[in-house]
């Protein structure tokens, strides 16, 4: 089992940066893939990007790529999600995820098997 904590989370203007981590304790981290899901108000939860166990694949949505990077620090047992240029519609829960199969790197909820308890991500127009 493992337990996931996210921070860095906040109120930014657009066009603005934001790092946001997760650390995770428990079992050994580099035993899982991770991802970063957001849900906004009123909306489902949304894939954002995942990384596998080594850091060499990552995978992002359409609608961040180009903009946010994911990658972890095993050593350190934490994830990031840089988010650069950020938007509105960026607003959201942030949640990180941890799928116990290390290699798989993808886009699906039900997938992982932990989560954290999210950071507020609010982006001002």
């Known amino acids: 089992q493992v337990q996931l904590v996210e921070s860095g989370g906040g109120l930014v203007q657009a066009g603005g940066s934001l790092r946001l981590s997760c650390a995770a304790s428990?079992?050994?981290?580099?035993?899982?893939?991770m991802g970063w899901f957001r849900q906004a108000p009123g909306k489902e939860r949304e894939f954002v990007a995942a990384?596998?166990?080594?850091?060499?694949?990552?995978v992002y949505a359409d609608s961040v790529k180009g903009r946010f990077t994911i990658s972890r620090d095993n050593a350190r047992n934490t994830v990031y999600l840089q988010m650069n240029s950020l938007k509105p519609e960026d607003t959201a829960v942030y949640y990180c995820?941890?799928?116990?199969?290390?290699?798989?790197?993808?886009?699906?909820?039900?997938?992982?098997?932990?989560w954290g308890q999210g950071t507020q991500v609010t982006v001002s127009s």
């Open positions: 995820a941890a799928d116990g199969v290390p290699f798989r790197v993808q886009p699906l909820f039900y997938g992982y098997d932990y």
């Open positions: 428990g079992r050994a981290f580099s035993a899982y893939a």
């Open positions: 990384i596998g166990w080594s850091g060499g694949r990552t």
